[in-house]
């Protein structure tokens, strides 16, 4: 039977007294560099792929589906040898020289070995969980066996050579590890007996390009290839050329020889050799890596995918995750990520939500923003490059520049642009898309920082700056120019290498030849080494006043007063100043490895705070080192955590975790409460949930059937399931019969999917549930109706009077009143009527008639409070406010299953951010408890609730503004999340233009649904 990653999942907890480490995201991303080793696990179950960015993928054969995500504590390397040391355990060698050693099921490393870097030769191999390796040393050729994860050497064996300076070039050792072969000088192959030690056999000529290949099924037999074709090698006999001459590798697949050749795959009979035959023929562009899964070959490509060899498809699912490839950041506190689907998303860390969704086609090469804000570039492979207007985050149309630019520059003030096409620098005026400037690739070049704009350039010897502007320029001789960048002051300063391990920071000033033996006034030297030429960078932190230096392998250095540069970031992590961004607060934003946004506290080792991107922008996650999350329904349940070695969905401890507005943390001067959510230290120890009756996809005759489902504990307790049809909450007092529990489920005709779950005994995490879908058959009683209870509040309890919440309250029912429904109830709750026993009796009388098919929407116009029980809402005076425990019983009680619920609503009184937060978070909960669709907005204090200008709250005046507005489906019907999607993306335009500042909250719970035919009252 074939073993799957989640099986195994929820492993031994944590010792007595052992710490708990820091929960890790398990981010679900695909490979963003080349396929470089393919791996499949001894018993076909998982597939590992490794990128030369140093990241491993695991992957389960018969879903497809990503399972684990490996990266080294090291920081990056190149993979060349990659196996498994048992079906748990992965063992890698790579350009470091040292072998990193993974958990499979944690998804934790075990080890880098050795601490200094070991050379081997002709790779690496293993058998019975043993390393096989031929050290590059002085001395005799040896074969040595290790014991990989205590590092203990357990044998070495001599290779008797022929030269003294002979080397390996390929290592084979058949599965048992009683047979090693060792092809030396790319001639002579030699096979020792194992563990003796004792020749076998040795040719000792095949060909000048002779290749060694592995052993077959049968433990004796190998591979070898040449320009001429393939051999099969046995017993010191070597039988060939046959077939055709593969590209690459040829390897054993299920007792068949298949490789490439000329773009086509062959497979060859070792019966039969005598002729191959053709399995499929496809262009496999750009391919890296090659292996073996589920019995046929696969090869990894320049891309990051894996492809099936015979079909040239996809072999792995890639999962929902987009991949971000730049970032930038302006000075209204937002941050631009450019995906490579072509999309760029907006958020703002004053609010700490996603401001908009740009669209595009084509990969990103380059992103800037104008240090005013005003002005957006986007540079689109294959698109030339797009103006957007910053400000309205509108597209002011593009530059016609064919193939785009990377390393895309505004200027200050956006009127110029720079960047590279073609290895050539090139300078635009952006308003006419006017070429000022075209030159070969330089060694280096800056823009100023402020108007006017200025080019420098560092070339030959000689550092050219020019006014874009005018055109006049100024030469600066006998600077090298190693690196060049402008100061806060426009002040322009070069990076040169002063001897051997040196560099020295300059202003750019005149001096003549007499004088260049001495360095300019203020002057700076440094020690530092570059490593493999000058490919080093100058960046000015303009927030911090400070010098930083991007060295050749991946660090970013603090150029102070002290001779030695200071690490401010992990060295190894793939930097480049053109993707690291500092932050007001000392901080950076930068593309981290596996192509997320992170963001960095100076000289910490692991990021403060991560944003991941979803479904080409639609969804995100913000999540900090603590575990705490933010961001949007669909991405908190395809992201997991790595807890205490167990992996829980991230929606599964969102009653501990889920804090609103966490990216505005990520931005502050202090880190978000971490400490009062002590996430890693959770016990992942969730019920197993599992419908029993219905059978998935079977056909109910009549409205309600009962549902029968087993609750099982998992080792932290097991409360009540609780069961959700079509993504409403069903009230109802489980029956239990033994371990199994009795439920009873109001379907609507047609299709309904039903979900079932259930806490852990502390309430603190979620099971991930089961899920099933039937279909009713019975015949609806009539169509659909619409319900809507709208109440308005001017005047609450103990809180400032309003002007507008009645009047948005009327404004709103009478707009959403729609031909869409057979019937639309209106009850307008306003002056004497906004009484709470008023509104219990409105939803008691009103359930009364309603169906499962219909629809009801809520809204709240007025104060909220909060306390210990949560949210509450603040009616009249004299009058008990209703708080989110009793609305959300209303609301599961009400028999309509698509519910919407609006409060536009704010705390009574000016709050902290921390404060705004939790109001946020229990309207959440409140909407997670039901089952509804939830849109809130959630101000700091009250002067944000009503515009006098817009003579509505900014909340109802987006609705109203959407419900005209927002893009029709198919079916030209405004649906609730196209709604909720166009008010998310108008309020923070809305805020821009009147200077306030509001948070909008949303919850989405179950299948999208119709409320108004678009353009229709």
């Known amino acids: 039977m074939k073993r799957t990653l989640l099986g195994f999942l929820f492993c031994t907890g944590l010792a007595m007294g052992e710490p708990a480490p820091s929960p890790r995201l398990v981010v679900p991303v695909p490979h963003s560099h080349p396929i470089s080793v393919v791996k499949e696990s001894p018993d076909g179950a ?69 601490e200094q870097p070991c050379r081997s030769q002709g790779g690496a191999a293993q058998a019975g969980g043993k390393l096989y390796f031929c050290p590059k040393v002085e001395g005799p050729l040896t074969l040595q066996q290790w014991e990989p ?5 357990l044998a070495s064996w001599p290779i008797p050579a022929s030269q003294p300076d002979e080397t390996i070039s390929y290592l084979a050792l058949n599965r048992m590890g009683t047979r090693a072969c060792v092809l030396l000088g790319g001639s002579k192959v030699l096979e020792l007996s194992l563990p003796a030690g004792k020749v076998n056999w040795q040719i000792e000529k095949t060909s000048d390009k002779f290749s060694l290949g592995d052993y077959g099924p049968d433990g004796e037999t190998l591979l070898g290839y040449d320009g001429r074709g393939v051999y099969l090698i046995k017993a010191g006999k070597m039988r060939g050329p046959f077939g055709h001459p593969p590209d690459a590798k040829a390897f054993w697949v299920n007792g068949k020889i298949q490789y490439l050749s000329q773009q086509r795959l062959m497979q060859l009979d070792p019966q039969h050799p005598e002729s191959d035959r053709v399995l499929g023929s496809h262009t496999l562009a750009g391919v890296f890596g090659e292996g073996v899964a589920a019995h046929q070959m696969v090869v990894g490509n320049m891309e990051g995918k894996v492809l099936e060899a015979a079909t040239g498809k996809e072999a792995l699912v890639n999962p929902p995750f987009s991949e971000v490839l730049y970032v930038a950041y302006d000075r209204k506190s937002r941050i631009f990520a450019g995906l490579i689907s072509g999309q760029v998303v907006c958020w703002s860390l004053h609010s700490g939500g996603r401001e908009t969704l740009l669209p595009g086609k084509g990969r990103i090469q380059g992103l800037s923003v104008s240090a005013d804000g005003k002005v957006l570039v986007v540079s689109r492979e294959g698109d030339g490059l797009e103006l957007v207007d910053a400000e309205r985050l509108e597209s002011k149309g593009k530059l016609a520049i064919a193939d785009g630019l990377t390393r895309v520059r505004l200027s200050a003030d956006g009127q110029f642009l720079v960047g590279l096409r073609k290895n050539k620098l090139e300078a635009y005026e952006v308003k006419t898309g006017k070429l000022l400037k075209q030159q070969s690739l330089p060694m280096s070049y800056a823009l100023s920082r402020n108007s006017p704009a200025r080019l420098a350039v560092a070339e030959a010897g000689v550092i050219t700056e020019t006014d874009l502007a005018s055109g006049q320029q100024k030469q600066f001789p006998n600077y090298h120019g190693t690196a060049l960048e402008y100061d806060s002051q426009d002040r322009l300063f070069c990076l040169d290498e002063v001897v051997g391990r040196e560099v020295s920071l300059q202003p750019v000033v005149a001096r003549s030849e007499q004088e260049i033996i001495h360095a300019p006034a203020g002057s700076r030297t440094y020690n530092f080494k570059s490593h493999s030429g000058w490919k080093v960078r100058l960046n000015y932190d303009e927030v911090g006043q400070r010098w930083l230096m991007f060295g050749d392998l991946g660090q970013v250095l603090l150029l102070g007063d002290s001779p030695e540069p200071q690490p401010l970031l992990p060295d190894a992590a793939n930097w480049s100043s053109s993707g690291i961004v500092p932050l007001p607060n000392g901080s950076f934003v930068s593309v981290g490895r596996e192509a997320t946004v992170e963001f960095w506290k100076p000289q910490e080792s692991t990021p403060r705070g991560q944003l991941l991107v979803l479904n080409g922008g639609e969804d995100w996650l913000a999540s900090d080192s603590s575990g705490l999350f ?32 966490l990216l505005k943390t990520f931005a502050s001067s202090t880190a978000a409460a971490s400490s009062k959510t002590p996430v890693a230290g959770l016990q992942i120890e969730p019920p197993l949930v599992t419908f029993q009756t219905p059978a998935p996809g079977a056909e109910i005759p009549q409205r309600i059937v009962e549902v029968r489902v087993s609750v099982k504990d998992q080792g932290g307790g097991a409360g009540e399931p609780r069961l959700f049809v079509n993504g409403k909450a069903v009230p109802q007092t489980a029956r239990r019969e033994g371990g199994i529990y009795l439920l009873q489920a109001p379907l609507q005709a047609g299709v309904n999917e039903l979900r079932c779950t259930a806490m852990d005994k502390s309430g603190t995490v979620e099971s991930r ?249």
């Open 46 to 114: 998982l597939l590992a792929s490794g990128d030369t960015g140093g990241v491993i993928k695991v992957w389960d054969e018969s879903s497809h589906q990503l399972q684990q995500t490996l990266t080294s504590e090291r920081g990056g390397f190149m993979p060349f040898w990659l196996d498994w040391l048992s079906p748990d355990h992965l063992i890698c060698y790579g350009n470091d020289f040292r072998y990193h050693l993974y958990d499979v099921r944690s998804g934790q490393q075990l080890g880098v070995r050795p």
């Open 149 to 153: 994860l205590a590092w203990k050497r």
């Open 630 to 661: 933010d961001g949007t329904p669909a991405a908190e349940r395809q992201v997991e955590w790595l807890v205490n070695k167990r992996k829980v969905r991230v929606d599964q401890i969102f009653e501990k975790a889920y804090r609103p507005g």
């Open 769 to 1017: 549930g089961d899920r099933l879908r039937v279909t009713c058959t019975a015949v609806a009683q009539r169509n659909p109706k619409l319900w809507v209870v709208a109440l308005g509040v001017n005047q609450a309890a103990n809180a400032p009077k309003l002007t507008f919440a009645e009047k948005d309250a009327q404004s709103f029912s009478e707009k959403l009143q729609s031909s869409l429904f057979e019937y639309n109830e209106v009850r307008l709750l306003t002056g004497d009527k906004a009484r709470t026993d008023t509104l219990r009796q409105t939803f008691e009388e009103l359930g009364k008639q309603a169906q499962p098919q219909d629809t009801l929407v809520l809204f709240l116009a007025g104060h909220g409070s909060l306390d210990s029980k949560g949210y509450h809402f603040l009616m009249a005076d004299g009058q008990p406010s209703v708080d989110g425990p009793a609305l959300a019983q209303w609301l599961r009680e009400f028999p309509a299953q698509k519910q919407f619920v609006i409060l536009d609503t704010c705390h009574a009184g000016a709050v902290s951010d921390e404060m705004a937060s939790s109001f946020a978070l229990s309207q959440q909960k409140m909407a997670r408890g039901s089952g509804v669709y939830l849109l809130a907005a959630c101000r700091s204090d009250q002067s944000a609730l009503e515009l006098p200008k817009l003579q509505h709250g900014l909340l109802t005046y987006s609705l109203l503004e959407g419900l005209k507005s927002a893009p029709p489906n198919s079916r030209q019907q405004v649906t609730v999340s196209g709604l909720v999607y166009y008010v998310c993306s108008q309020v923070p335009d809305l805020c821009r233009q009147v200077g306030l500042n509001q948070d909008v909250f949303q919850f989405v719970s179950g299948t999208d649904f119709p409320i108004r035919q678009s353009g229709k009252p």
